[in-house]
């Protein structure tokens, strides 16, 4: 085993040293393109050494997102001689607890969402990251506080630390179009959500469908629409009301939530604004759902949708030519700034080892985020990462969404509890949405299960 | 160790364990305990061999012991707790499942399923076993019907996904009514009430061969005198089957329709996969689903039920079964 090891070491030092690394399979090789800092990478490797220690990775990501998050995770490898194992499951969410209470967690869980993470950091399945971590993030993340609150949780003695470390944002605030399909009509692009609902208004009046909406996806079906809600609340609301919604300091039924709702009825709730109807929207899937805009006739004209979609998109379709995106815009009379939606992704030691706490630093290397960043589906708050690696323009423009709003507020279903944000609230939307229950009905439905949860 | 050798290693060890224990067990009461000496050796043998059955049954006892009976006093001490198991709450869960319409929905929506998918797949399977045994190509029949049982549950539901999607190019049944003249499609998961009956056909497609192959062995059983009895008193075929046949194998239909009752009260891999409990399709092991992992007490409290739901089918299933076995 240790021949093994030592032959292993052997290869990464002579690989990083000759910069032939496309044995190693790694994406861009280390030096070769000034887009990347290479410079950090180095220092982490000369200072790292882990030969022979092995990294277990659980997360939620699968099919090219694992492919993706691999090619990050060869880096590490190549750096410190570790050896990588990540699994992804499409029901992390259950397999992590199951895996945590029976003793055999891997080292580091990716979370999908912060609650899930507060969750096991209250049952004392999570290891802090430490301060010099905070501190690391409070100075080198746009809005640094803010992530910082969001990773921050308490354990099982109430005692608050640091225990997720962001990583691959999600802006959600998008809405996705054909500007061809555009231009043929004659439509622009909207800079109010007033002018938005005039378009919806004039493409369906035109004879065309304005909206794509598609809320399936398994057992968490309903979840797109929950997102359609919580962008509405922020163009509605002030953001104390959304952080008091979030949070139950008000009741899910208030009348600012239902509100909100049925600003979301407006656009899902009318047949001849939603490809298929409000019926189907509730059973197409929402990595089929974009599909209507690429038809000829356009089968749709706009889908709101965050900025991984784009990886559902048909194979070569190009941002920026064939589709682009346009902030889902805010209302011009209510004045409440330029609001964004966002989610992501949160790593978090299950099982405390130095090879974890190497892969947390590992992290906050410029070049864990570029080599994501220069491929696809990946933005990030990292002030330090070269915007230069974006693959795209346009996934630089949504980077610049990301850290130019005026406003950012986390996905507030994430951020619920599970049985609100992660089965209540999507039950209550696809009930809504076909019309077997109304909005107040659906709210009062949620705020009686929030307030049974014991 | 290599797993061959380990395996060679678990094997010894639990064969020779086995012996030992037996061998060992019997060595002790006979020449230790109970010896065939002193005053009464004829009464020390009778108290040996009235000893002896429970020295084999004690394995067994234990392991049901720790793997049924533990299991199950400790989820309903589980259930009494709140959602992370810290607080005691007594009752709780189970008033606030009482007073929750989802639940109720569930309850009703399971007994819809446990009337209708034992009945249905045991009938169509009775009649399956019944016709594919008169054919010269019941054998292919009988494997085409039974082949969905080799499926798992949510490799089935994919399937049907398909047959009842939303499009006529995509779903069998939309591409029958496309082909038949109607125009729009038909979401056929999303019509209240109905859709529930959509989805048991998929369980009922899954276990009508399981019914089919218990009973068309029970159906070649029947001595062939009762039913040349029937023909030379002039009944007819329909007489025969159901006058003659079926009260001759009713034990049969009972364990199979008994055994499919228990696991339409387990089942849930449908339902999740289909529509996620939506549409008014929520059964009681998919909300059991939607409360686990976030609300241990509540899940545990629903998985209760369902356990106390169950236990009288299954106690009649092993009475049924037993007679059969006479």
Known sequence: MQLIAMAGRVAAALALATGSAHAQGLEFTPGEDDRFSWQSYETFADSHDLSGQTLDISGVWTGPDKDLVESVLAYFEAATGAQVRYSGS?????????AAQAGSAPDIAVFPQPGLAADMARRGFLTPLGEDTADWVRRNYAAGES???????????????????????????????????FAEAGYEVPGTLEDLKALTERIAADGGTPWCIGLGSGAATGWPATDWV????????????????????IPFNDPAVVGAIEDYGWFARNDAFVEGGAQAAATTDFRESPAGLFTFPPGCYMHRQASFIDTYFPEGSEIGLDVDFFYFPAYAGRDLGRPVLGAGTLWAITRDSEAAHVFIDFLKTPIAHEIWMAQSGFLTPFTGASPEAYATDSMRAQGEILTSATTFRFDGSDLMPGEIGADAFWKGMIAYTTGRSDAETVAQEIERRWNAIR | ?????????????????????????????????????????????????????????????????????????????????????????????????????????????????VLVVPAASTFIGLVAAQLTDRIRWGNIAKSIIFMPMAISFVGASLIWKFVYANEADIGLLNAIRAALGFDDPLDVIQIPFWNNFFLMAILIW????????????????????????????????????????????????LVVWTTITILVLKVFDIVYTMTGGNFGTQILPSYMMSYMFKDDGRATAVAFVIMLIVLPVMVWNIVQARKEMR
């Open chain 1, 90 to 98: 499409e029901s992390f969410e259950q397999d992590i607890v199951i």
């Open chain 1, 147 to 181: 992530w910082v609150d969001l990773g921050s949780y308490e354990n099982e003695t109430g005692a608050e630390a640091l225990y997720g470390f962001f990583y691959k944002i999600d802006v959600k605030s998008l809405v996705w179009y054909v500007p061809d399909a």
């Open chain 1, 230 to 249: 919580e962008d509405l609340m922020l163009r509605r609301e002030r953001p104390e009301t959304y952080d008091a919604w979030v949070s139950h300091e």
């Open chain 2, 1 to 113: 160790m290599s797993p061959l050798l380990q395996g060679i290693a678990t094997i010894l060890i639990g064969v020779g364990g086995c012996v030992g224990y037996f061998y060992g067990a019997n060595l002790l009461l006979d020449r230790v305990i109970f010896p065939p000496r002193g005053r009464d050796p004829g009464a020390n043998i009778s108290r040996a061999n009235a000893v002896r059955p429970w020295l084999f049954l004690a394995p067994a006892m234990a392991a049901l012991g720790l793997y049924l009976v533990y299991p199950v006093v400790g989820s309903f001490w589980r259930s009494l707790y709140n959602r992370d198991g810290g607080t005691f709450i007594g009752p709780g869960n189970y008033t606030d499942l009482a007073a929750d319409p989802a639940f109720r929905t569930a309850v009703f929506n399971n007994l819809l399923w």
């Open chain 2, 206 to 253: 899954i276990q009508t061969g399981f019914a089919m192959v218990i009973l068309s062995a029970a159906l070649r059983g029947i001595p062939d005198e009762t039913i040349e009895a029937a023909i030379l008193d002039g009944a007819n075929p329909l007489q025969i089957f159901f006058r003659i046949m079926v009260p001759q194998i009713t034990g049969t239909i």
